[in-house]
């Protein structure tokens, strides 16, 4: 592709126009570009994707057995494999558990949404881990698909730009969703270990039915280490999907930059016929994507709209305890994973299906530019009408292409945009409303 060297930034005036802070906003992300290359750097000549190192390696220290995705030794790979088979059966048999307890107090109802919340979200978890190592040669190939894509289309300085401004966006998010849970649940496991009597196995997070042969001290540990283990693990495979789905919107822009000049030197027709191509491999990514996440995705959104309204139940009829402290934090990391899916997810839509009012969203200030213009009008504003009538239907070939939703969805059934967002809020607001009514005659 080696067209894409001809590409070029848009000049300074522009960006001026546009961003009349170009010079300190450039300052802050260059300072925040150099802190996050000290983790996992990302290097465009070798194909190396920092962020998608850095979420593999935190899914590994969770007993993810997430191999060959990056540069590992011997050493390294069966060390992971050993951890992995040490923690995920204790986490399954926990989850068994916590199942048990759920029968066992079905019929009353503050019991029943407190266990509801956590076995619905494990349970998710679960459903993510198994479906990620059915399709793991899949996802392998994805990731040296997205390797190839940035050695060999990423070339010219704005381009580079653009792919340091997206890394640097992904290590934010995925560190900020991580230390997220991190932080509440080794909240809880603390506030277990100093008062396990009003926790262990009767209030949230910790409703588990245990082994009454078990040491108390053995259960409260087992108890607060699966719940760091599983929270731990869920942001980092729910990071998988959006790391991809952030990887496509970032070449997306590489092709909306590639329109913004063409230069008569280079060969028309074989430029727009890489260009085709490079969509081409963009589209397959997408559908593949699609193939594998489309049905844990859903299972999430489902799961999560009650899971948000039993939270917010919990929240509300709470005694004021340290389970109901937690119960907030529940909330917070529930609606962060059900917002990044649905705002990642429609940055990718509005990358080809944005209007110019997107200019001001809380975007990367850089980008903002490149995310007001669609495929297929980046197309049209080049200056097709000098060359040949092959160049022209090969541009018409590419903006019909253009023109066909870029949209990600949970199991084909609803796309993952911030109007899904908002509507998940609504629903989950009604059953909130349904359970309040069912406490009220219980009590």
């Known amino acids: 592709m080696t067209f894409f060297t001809q590409c070029r930034v848009v000049s300074a005036t522009t960006y001026k126009r546009i961003l009349p802070d170009e010079s300190q906003a450039h300052c802050e992300m260059e300072r925040l570009r150099e802190l996050t290359q000290r983790i996992r750097p990302s290097d465009v000549d070798e194909g190396r994707i920092g962020s998608i190192e850095l979420n593999v390696w935190l899914a590994q220290l969770t007993g993810l057995p997430l191999s ?19 923690v995920l059966p204790l986490l399954f048999c926990y989850v068994v558990l916590e199942i048990y307890d759920l029968v066992l107090n079905w019929d009353n109802v503050d ?41 060999t289309c990423v070339l010219s300085p704005g381009q580079r730009e653009t792919f340091h401004q997206v890394e640097v966006e992904n290590k934010v998010v995925c560190l900020f969703y991580f230390c997220l849970v991190v932080f ?19 209030r949230f997070p910790y409703r588990v ?63 727009m016929v890489s260009i085709v191509k490079y969509h081409s491999v963009l589209i397959n990514l997408r559908q593949r994507l699609e193939q594998i996440y489309r049905l844990p995705v859903l299972f999430q959104f489902v799961s999560s709209l009650l899971v948000v ?4 139940f919990q929240a509300i009829v709470g005694d004021g305890s340290g389970s109901s402290v937690l119960i907030y934090f529940l909330f917070g990391g529930v609606m962060c994973q059900i917002f990044l899916y649905c705002w990642f997810g ?25 995310q007001s213009k669609t495929l297929s009008t980046s197309a049209f504003g080049c200056n097709w009408h000098e060359f040949d009538a092959q160049f022209k239907r090969t541009l018409l070939i590419f903006m019909i292409n253009a023109d066909r939703p870029f949209l990600f969805t949970a199991g084909g059934f609803m796309g993952l945009t911030l109007t899904s967002f908002a509507n998940i809020l609504g629903k989950s607001y009604s059953i909130v409303t349904v359970l309040r009514h069912m406490y009220g005659r219980a009590h």
Not at 224 to 247: A, E, R
């Open 68 to 86: 060959g995705l990056k540069p590992e030794t011997k050493a390294e790979s069966i060390r992971i494999l050993v951890v992995s088979g040490v």
């Open 111 to 151: 019991i029943m949404t407190q266990n509801v919340v956590m076995t619905l979200t494990h349970v998710g978890y679960w459903f993510k881990v198994l479906n990620t190592f059915y399709y793991y040669e899949d996802i392998r190939r994805i990731v040296f698909t997205l390797k190839h894509l940035t050695r």
């Open 184 to 202: 509440s649940s080794t909240l809880a496991m603390v506030m277990l270990l100093i008062v396990p009597d009003n926790l262990a196995g009767k």
């Open 209 to 271: 039915h245990m082994p009454h042969f078990l040491p108390p001290i053995v259960q409260y540990l087992y108890m607060g280490l699966s719940i760091i283990w599983i929270s731990c693990g869920i942001p980092t495979i729910d990071n998988v999907n959006m790391l991809f789905m952030n990887q496509i919107c970032m070449h997306l822009k590489i092709l909306n930059m590639a329109f913004d000049v063409l230069q008569r030197q280079v060969d028309p027709n074989i430029w």
């Open 309 to 312: 309204a039993m939270t917010a």
């Open 346 to 370: 429609n940055e990718v839509f509005e990358q080809v299906h944005s209007h110019d009012t997107h200019i001001y969203s809380f975007r990367w200030v850089y980008s903002s530019y490149f």
